[in-house]
Antibody, heavy 122, light 107 residues
Framework: QVQLVESGGGVVQPGRSLRLSCVAS????????MHWVRQAPGRGLEWVAI????????YYADSLTGRVTISRDNSKNTLYLQMNSLRPEDTAVYYC???????????????WGQGTQVAVSS | AIQMTQSPSSLSASIGDRVTITCRAS??????LAWYQQKPGKAPQLLIY???HLQSGVPSRFSGRGSGTDFTLTISSLQPEDFATYFC?????????FGQGTKLEIK
């Protein structure tokens, strides 16, 4: 079945880095744009970033530009989010999500992972 | 960035009620709007895309309307499984932005 599984979260000190991963299965990963979305505890959803199906086009939330990098390895069916200079306000559940249609770029679908928790604390 | 203002932030209703949630964009977004439902501890689920298109598998009691800056999500007859939090999302322009959410509770 179609599935996304995130990993890489954990507790990290402010100023440190973390790389999240999202492994896809059950669909042709290389055909779909992919997103990261986060949700701080008890808060709403915040869109983080998108990468095109081939990884050549990437866009980011204003609040994170310069501190995060989205990337993908289509040979491994894996999406990444490299986060640097982490701040306490980056504490959240991070979800990866698939685009709705292949070849497109921009419509989030109902295909989301279960999320990985990131806690930034000293 | 385009700001999305969602209202109300919370709503109490009864089984069988008709409820409407609204979302207003700070600038025109054509029909590039989606609605999501989220239950506690779960990932969001897509209900509506392109403002009014029902995602496959979503019950027909959910409907969406609007274009430009004003949008609505309507649930025609609330069922027990509909009590959740609902978010709108503009996907016209980067960065994409969500509304702040509407928590739908049982009266």
């Amino acid at each position: 079945q179609v599935q996304l599984v995130e990993s890489g979260g954990g507790v990290v000190q402010p100023g440190r880095s973390l790389r999240l991963s999202c492994v896809a299965s059950g669909f042709t990963f290389s055909s779909f744009a992919m997103h990261w979305v986060r949700q701080a505890p008890g808060r709403g959803l915040e869109w983080v970033a998108i990468t095109s199906f081939d990884g050549n086009k990437n866009y980011y939330a204003d609040s994170l530009t310069g501190r995060v990098t989205i990337s993908r390895d289509n040979s491994k069916n894996t999406l990444y989010l490299q986060m640097n200079s982490l701040r306490p306000e980056d504490t959240a559940v991070y979800y990866c999500a698939r685009d709705r249609v292949p070849g497109g770029m921009g419509e989030l679908s109902s295909v989301w992972g279960q999320g990985t928790q990131v806690a930034v604390s000293s | 960035a385009i700001q999305m203002t969602q209202s109300p932030s919370s709503l109490s209703a009864s089984i069988g009620d008709r409820v409407t949630i609204t979302c207003r964009a700070s600038q025109g977004i054509k029909t590039d709007l989606a609605w999501y439902q989220q239950k506690p501890g779960k990932a969001p689920q897509l209900l509506i895309y392109d403002a009014s298109h029902l995602q496959s598998g979503v019950p027909s009691r959910f409907s969406g309307r609007g274009s430009g800056t004003d949008f609505t999500l309507t649930i025609s007859s609330l069922q027990p499984e509909d009590f959740a939090t609902y978010f709108c999302l503009q996907d016209l322009d980067y960065p994409y932005t969500f509304g702040q959410g509407t928590k739908l509770e049982i009266k």
